[in-house]
Structures are given as C-alpha cells and as structure tokens.
DNA sequence: AGATTTATGTCAATATAGTTGACGTAAATA
DNA sequence: TATTTACGTCAACTATATTGACATAAATCT
C-alpha cells in the first residue's frame, strides 16, 4: 500500500475509487469535471488572440476534420440551435477561416469547408489539445490506454454512439487523403 | 476482428484509437467532448423544475460534497469570479438551498452548508450523474474500471493534481459522518 | 405544373453565465 | 494604528445560448 513517489500515490488514489459505488461514482462525477475543465483550458489563450471564442473553436474544429460538413450535420454534433450557430459561423466565414459550398446533389445545402488559414488555426487548437492526450497515454500503463477511449465511448448515450462511430470514421478517412 | 454484436463492434472501435498517434489524440479529443456533452445533460431537465442551472448545479454540488466550504475555495474550485459566483449563490442561499454561516476560527469567513431541502436535490443531481458511470462501469471489462479514473486524473493539470485529491479525501470524510 | 416540404438565412427579444473595474466593510494581522 | 484579507456589491459589458416568427430557394411529391 505504502509505495515512494507522487506518481504511485496519485495512482492509489485514482484506483480507490474506482469500484463501483454510489460514493466512487460521486468522485468520478468530479474528476470528469477537473479534467474537462483543465482541458477546454488549453486552447482559450490561443482562440483569445483571434478574437474567438470556444463556439468558434467548436465550429472550426469540426469543419476542419470532416470538409463538407453540412449545417444541419453541425447543428445535430453541437446541438445547439441555427440562429446560435449562424453568429459564430458568420464571422468564421467573414473573417476567412471557413468556405461555404453550394452542395452538389442539393444545392439548398451550403457544404462548410476549412480555408488554409482556418485549417491551420484548426490544427494549432488540436495539437494543443492533442498534447494532453499524448502526455496522459504516456502516463497511463499501457494497459489503461485502450481503457480510456473504450471509457469515453462508453459515456456517451447509448443511442449516439452509432453516429459519433460514424462521424470518426468519416473523419479518418478526411484526415488521410489530403 | 469480426465479432459479432453492437457492444463488441463499438469497442473494437473504441480500442483502435487508443493508439498514441496524434490521428488518434484527435479522435480522443472529440470523444471527451461528445462524452462531456451527454453527461451534463443529464440533469438540466430536474435543474429547470427549479429554475436552476448549470451554475447552480455546480455550487450545489460542491458545497454538498464539502460542507463548511468558503467563498474563496468555492471560487478556485469552480474558476469564476466572484461576481460571478455571487449572482447564483445568493440565488440558492435565497431559496433555501444553501446557508453561510460565519467562520469559527476567522470571523470573515462565510462557510456554505446545504440545507437539508439543498442536500435533497444535490442528491438527487448526483444520483443521475451516478448512474450514467455506474451504467459505464457495468459495460466496461473490470480490469478497464480502474483505468477510467486514472485517465481522468491523468487529464487534471499536474499541478491541481494535489488539490484536487485533498478535495476528494475531504469530501469523502464529509460523506462518512453524517 | 402546382403544392409541399426541406435546408438554410435572418430579425428580434430574452436568458444565462461569465467578465472587468471600482468601491465598501468588517475582521484579522503586522 | 496601519494594512491586509475575505467577502459583498454596483455597473457595464461580452459570449453563448434560447424561442418565435418569417423569408427564400431548391428539391420533391401528386
């Protein structure tokens, strides 16, 4: 029980309340938000010195990873409403981060598109935010690190998680032509 | 690689980006948001029954978790001014959510209690927040269990690491007592 | 071809949650 | 006594979201 070093000691603390209790899923409730509010910390520096804001980072990121996005397809991933959306993506658009297409097979569709200068915005976020997951996958015993992703999945609703697989596939395949 | 069943096919997916690349940190990255997203929804429809929000949600919570917290230690949990704070706190020490009482030990100090009506719906906040990982847990393999709380801790800022399980230690002392 | 639905844009009012800055007060401390 | 600390408060402002109503062009149905 007693091991040296502050690595171990933080370990012991993480297993201890990993059973699966009312009072340990309370602690759980509570780590997930420290770390999610450490880690939409990251990119805010970077998003101040444009003048945007986490909606813009939201937008911009997921242009970024899958081109062609549609409205209605980024309104169902934020779930937020169009008139919410529309301030954010007007300026991304009016200040050249992002393109809009008329769409091919239906042109009512305006296809969303990450210009050069929003993709590298867009990839500078990512890293920054990327980074802490690489730091943490080097932390955790190899063990847990497929235990982390397969834990997320898992916290998502359970009607959703077909679509969200859906979206990362589409994005893979985005990521590796270009 | 081809095994049957929605479960077995989602983790499969799950355990694929689990690798360390940056392509994968990314997938991460979206997977920690759309599992943020859906986990903080579980309770704004009880919060709305009482004209809360988010923010309330927060400050409840934590001062139920730690009762006889101070302002100041409220605001470096939750990050916000205290401006900010104040607005909703009054709100919740006005409805009866919560009571301050002054500091034994430093007079100036306003310890935040909850109220036995404060602690019934902190409960119940937390009951719904609960299940969703007592839910994740149930699905997950045991040996992932542990992992999940090491990665969330792993996600905390090195340097709020100490605090934040002095926190959890103090919370779960509170919880013993009463 | 005409009617309807769909995808999107837009105007207006409002709510929630946060910010910065300035100032006040009571209690602790040097 | 002077200063610092813990907290409250007024004001103006920003960012992000909401609901509701209405507009338009393109696709689709009959």
């Not at 050069?116 to 990839?123: E, I, V």
């Not at 992703?149 to 916290?155: D, T, V």
Request: charged share 25%; aromatic share 8%; proline share 4%.
């Amino acid at each position: 029980m007693v091991e040296p070093g502050a690595a171990a000691a933080w370990r012991n603390a993480a297993a201890e309340v990993a059973a699966t209790s009312d009072e340990n899923a309370l602690e759980l409730v509570e780590l997930f938000f420290f770390a999610y509010r450490d880690f939409v910390g990251d990119a805010d520096r970077l998003l101040g010195n444009y003048g945007f804001g986490r909606a813009h980072h939201r937008v911009l990121h997921f242009v970024n990873r899958r081109p062609g996005l549609t409205i209605a397809a980024l309104l169902d991933i934020l779930r937020i409403t169009k008139q919410s959306l529309n301030r954010v993506l007007k300026q991304l658009l009016e200040a050249g981060f992002v393109e809009a297409r008329a769409g091919v097979v239906d042109r009512r569709q305006r296809l969303l598109f990450p210009t050069p200068l929003g993709g590298t915005l867009a990839r500078d976020l990512a890293a920054l935010q990327s980074a802490r997951f690489l730091k943490v996958m080097e932390e955790l015993p190899p063990a847990a690190r497929g235990a982390a992703s397969e834990f997320l999945f898992a916290m998502i609703d359970s009607d959703e998680r077909e679509r969200v697989r859906a979206h990362l596939a589409c994005a893979k395949a985005a990521g590796d032509a270009p």
